[in-house]
């Protein structure tokens, strides 16, 4: 099994903040990786495919980078409405999601 | 419009075998390419992948669970069914299905509602 491992569990920052998250596969899966967010009560919604990528109808602020075992999802500059629990999913063999990392106001 | 509805029981008792259906429009499951997979959240904590069902009915399953864990799909009412053995209080969580696209590389891009499933005697 593939194992994930996000970094930081959570994060406290200010609108307008500059937010960085990693994720680490416990073996490489080039770019296999997604990542999601879920707000409180609500499925959770996919941001970046192919660790890169960005789904359709997401802002420009997210993005996403990295390949092999080290990824990261960076939001340029943190909006009310990005403060919500980020997940990292490895899709290269039987899926597997990191632990999540939730970013509250500071 | 793609979406996908989870369904089944609220409740149920330990040592029962649970079945939830996901029933999902705008796609269809015989496409190339295309997957529909289960996900569950215990409150408060982080997603867990369950099984996963293909385009070619090829199967997928967690190690973990893989022994208590049925998917099957009914092409002509658009709707998977997932089957889980067992429960047990553990087994208490939100229950997600989602649809799979090699085109998103194999990312989960769209997902239903959840439903909630309490193990409780």
């Known amino acids: 099994d593939i194992q994930m491992t996000q970094s930081p569990s959570s994060v406290s920052a200010s609108v307008g903040d500059r937010v960085t998250i990693t994720c680490r596969a416990s073996?490489?899966?080039?770019?296999?990786l997604a990542w999601y967010q879920q707000k409180p009560g609500k499925a959770p919604k996919l941001l970046i495919y192919?660790?890169?990528s960005l789904q359709s109808g997401v802002p420009s602020r997210f993005s996403g980078s990295g390949s092999g075992t080290d990824f990261t999802l960076t939001i340029s500059s943190l909006q009310p409405e990005d403060f919500a629990t980020y997940y990292c999913?490895?899709?290269?063999?039987?899926?597997?999601f990191g632990g999540g990392t939730k970013v509250e106001i500071k | 419009q793609i979406t996908l509805k989870e369904s089944g029981p609220t409740l149920v008792k330990p040592t029962q075998t649970l079945t939830l259906t996901c029933t999902f429009s705008?796609?269809?499951?015989?496409?190339?390419?295309?997957?529909v997979g289960w996900i569950r959240q215990p409150p408060g904590e982080a997603l867990e992948w369950l099984a996963l069902?293909?385009?070619?009915?090829?199967?997928r399953y967690s190690p973990s669970l893989k022994s208590r864990l049925t998917i099957t799909r009914d092409t002509s009412k658009n709707q998977v069914v997932l089957t889980m053995t067992n429960m047990d209080p553990v087994d208490t969580a939100t229950y997600y299905c989602?649809?799979?696209?090699?085109?998103?590389?194999?990312?989960?891009?769209?997902w239903g509602q959840g439903t909630m499933v309490t193990v409780s005697s």
């Open positions: 192919g660790a890169s």
């Open positions: 705008g796609f269809s499951l015989s496409s190339s390419g295309v997957g």
């Open positions: 999913q490895q899709a290269n063999s039987s899926p597997s």
């Open positions: 069902i293909y385009w070619d009915d090829a199967k």
């Open positions: 989602a649809r799979r696209y090699t085109n998103n590389w194999d990312a989960f891009d769209i």
């Open positions: 073996q490489g899966i080039s770019n296999w």
